[in-house]
């Protein structure tokens, strides 16, 4: 009895002193992996993904035929790229119930189980490796790899139920080293130290073992770390909400570290940690974030311009932060976020047949144009060096499908994000088909067939909509508009006779059979800006060479405003002239290609304008000829003749050579040449 009570108390002081064990109200899972089916356009796209890159970097590259099945390579980067490649692979197979990749996935799964060690160990046979880990001395690409791997494996686990990858998860996390920011150097927390914080992204594994499994231990163990960091990112990112110095930063790093507070609010309800995460974010959307919906990172942030590059990698990664964010918080803009970079920036990234990619991409790529950025990365190919971001991309398209509706601790379904899906679970609670066309059109319809009893709907309203709309047979009162969403409840139930039971809550949603027709209205918008580039010690920061050599300790010291642009959106899409003469140009950028850019907007560009709509192509792609839908614009010819090898937007307002010329507009992502952000006259 007495050891018995002896437990009880452990258990107790446990409690008090870890505190939060599940999820705070107002935060949201999605579903299992493989429960939303993509369909229609977006099932076409998936499937040339399947039989494009997600299928053929496994066969083609050497270091992908068996990735993390290898335990050989030396260094943590192999395995950084590889996962990155599993994750893809692994989404993408379970949402297409693709067998080859499927397949794929088990044996590297079965691979990385059978060899772990008593200890936790998965990583390689490198020496020095399996002499650290487990410690706080020790290269933080070794954690950094090892994070990347598990969230395949969380993914597996997710679609499969193998218990055999969740108990190899639990002993990899269950001695997680309690990383501390170390506060005696006296220095400011920097874009170096958040570079370091790349160690940390198992955290985010950790935390999703709790979810999965129900066991606190370790959602407790990834807070004790947080906790440890909390006057770096609370002190920077809360109290003085400085971020010049975390701003000089590689995008990929940013992107995976600043989630992570916000990540520990959703099992700790620290309100400071979800400030953190929201404030540094908002920092990125305003200062980098590029018409295509990607920030721009030539590597580093790089600030806001026509010609400045979003890095491949962070296609996939900027979408994942707003994913979390998303689940962090339910607000709407982080769905507007996720879509804008969707439906542009990664359609932008691979060419039509999605067998080739840039490593990074600027809103215009014009014929001749040989850019600072990487000039070789915006090129397509098969393959790039180093080859993060061709393995990086493979993750995106499934990542948006799986997170398009999400489960709230409220009781509700969040429909996110939009495109022509099936959720379907498992157990059969839920049946809902989205049926649209969207982003090229604006009409989406949900048939719900299946919702457990109880169930609130929440349907996202993009921000850029200013008339949203729905149809449905169920009563008005059941329809109401909160927070930028439609909710949707269900109808009062006739008071029972007797109590409920559980033939009652069986009999499911009184949604159920329901048709929500909603439409989005879209309409060109004309928007204009200054480019913006981040000043470091007094000049123009470097672009490419930011890399070496940076004093983190000084970062930035601010950003200036330079030449002035206009572009043209339409709901979530960005558009842009075609640069193109034939749909095959992928192959180079060279001279054969030039074509007129010297196009400029100015006010009265989108007067009288005509939105033309042709039908969606039996077998959708993003080739040029099967935009299915355009924009009739005007512009006038200007004198602008930027430098090729680092064109930036007139600084001074150029003059016109000729006015008032027809110009056809087509989304972004079509286009392999284009020029998306204009010169900009007054009149």
């Not at 018995?4 to 008090?16: M, P």
């Not at 393995?391 to 009781?411: E, H, K, S, V």
């Not at 709309?469 to 009563?475: A, D, I, K, P, Q």
């Amino acid at each position: 009895m007495k050891k018995l009570l002896t437990s009880i108390i452990v258990v107790l002081l446990s409690i008090a002193v870890n505190g939060q064990t599940s999820m705070v109200d107002g935060t949201y899972s999605p579903f299992n992996v493989g429960e939303i089916k993509p369909e229609g356009w977006l099932r076409d796209w998936a499937g040339l993904a399947a039989r494009g890159m997600t299928r053929k970097m496994g066969e083609d590259f050497t270091e992908f035929k068996r990735g993390w099945a290898d335990p050989t390579q030396g260094g943590w980067w192999h395995y950084e790229q590889t996962a990155y490649y599993t994750d893809g692979f692994t989404r993408l197979g379970f949402l297409l119930d693709d067998t080859l990749l499927i397949n794929r996935s088990r044996r590297v799964m079965e691979a990385v189980v059978a060899r772990q060690k008593p200890n936790g160990y998965i990583h390689s046979n490198n020496k020095d490796y399996v002499s650290s880990w487990g410690t706080t001395n020790v290269d933080y690409g070794l954690y950094w790899s090892e994070g990347v791997f598990c969230r395949a494996a969380l993914a597996y686990y997710s679609a499969t139920g193998d218990q055999r990858v969740l108990e190899m998860l639990k002993r990899v996390y269950h001695d997680f080293p309690l990383f501390s920011y170390d506060t005696s150097k006296g220095k400011p927390f920097n874009g170096g130290d958040l570079d370091n914080m790349r160690k940390l992204c198992g955290l985010e594994n950790m935390f999703e073992l709790t979810r999965y499994t129900g066991d606190p231990y370790f959602a407790d163990r990834a807070l004790q770390v947080l906790r440890n960091y909390e006057s770096a990112y609370i002190n920077t990112w809360v109290k003085e909400k400085y971020f010049l110095r975390t701003a000089m930063c590689h995008g990929v790093t940013y992107n995976e570290a600043s989630t992570l507070p916000a990540i520990g609010y959703m099992w700790g309800g620290n309100p400071d940690y979800l400030a953190a995460s929201r404030n540094s974010y908002e920092f990125v959307q305003d200062n980098t974030v590029l018409p295509n919906g990607c920030n721009s990172s030539n590597e580093f942030f790089h600030g806001i311009g026509a010609f400045e590059a979003c890095e491949s990698c962070d296609v996939t990664d900027f979408m994942w932060s707003n994913i979390w964010m998303a689940r962090a918080t339910g607000d709407r803009c982080y769905g507007d976020r996720i879509e804008r970079d969707f439906f542009n920036a990664l359609p932008g990234a691979v060419n039509s047949t999605f067998t080739q990619c840039l490593y990074t991409q600027a809103p215009n790529r014009i014929p001749g144009f040989h850019l600072k950025i990487r000039d070789d990365g915006n090129y397509y190919k098969e393959m790039h060096w180093p080859t993060c971001c061709p393995a990086n991309l493979n993750r995106a398209l499934p990542n948006y499908i799986i997170n398009m509706a999400m489960q709230g601790t409220d009781g509700s379904l969040l429909w996110l994000t939009y495109g022509p899906a099936h959720l379907k679970t498992a157990d059969g609670n839920y049946d809902v088909v989205c049926e649209t066309q969207y982003p090229f059109r604006d009409k989406i319809i949900l048939h719900i067939k299946a919702l457990p009893a109880g169930k609130t709907l929440r349907l996202r309203i993009p921000e850029w909509c200013d008339e949203p709309s729905y149809m449905t047979s169920l009563n008005p009162s059941q329809v109401s508009v909160e927070d930028g969403y439609f909710v949707i409840r269900e109808a009062q139930r006739s008071k029972p006779k007797k109590s409920k039971t559980a033939n009652d809550k069986a009999k499911g949603s009184t949604l159920n059979g329901a048709t929500i027709e909603l439409t989005f209205p879209m309409k060109p918008e004309l928007v204009t800006g200054n480019e913006k580039f981040p000043l470091y010690k007094g000049n123009k920061a470097p672009s490419w060479g930011m890399m070496a050599g940076t004093d983190y300790e000084h970062g930035l010291d601010g950003f200036y405003d330079a030449g002035r642009y206009g572009y043209v959106s339409y709901g979530p899409l960005l558009f842009g002239m075609s640069m193109q003469e034939r749909p095959g140009d992928y192959f180079d950028i060279n001279e054969e290609l030039w074509h007129e850019f010297r196009y400029a907007l100015y006010p009265q560009s989108l007067d009288g304008c005509k939105v033309e709509f042709k039908d969606m192509p039996r077998s959708f792609s993003w080739r040029l000829d099967n935009a299915p839908i355009s924009i009739s614009a005007k512009a006038h010819l200007v004198d602008w003749n930027p430098d090729k090898g680092d064109p930036v937007m007139p600084t001074e307002e150029p003059s016109v050579i000729q006015r008032d010329i027809s110009i056809k507009l087509l989304p972004y992502g079509f286009m392999a040449y284009r020029i998306a952000m204009f010169p900009w006259v007054s009149k």
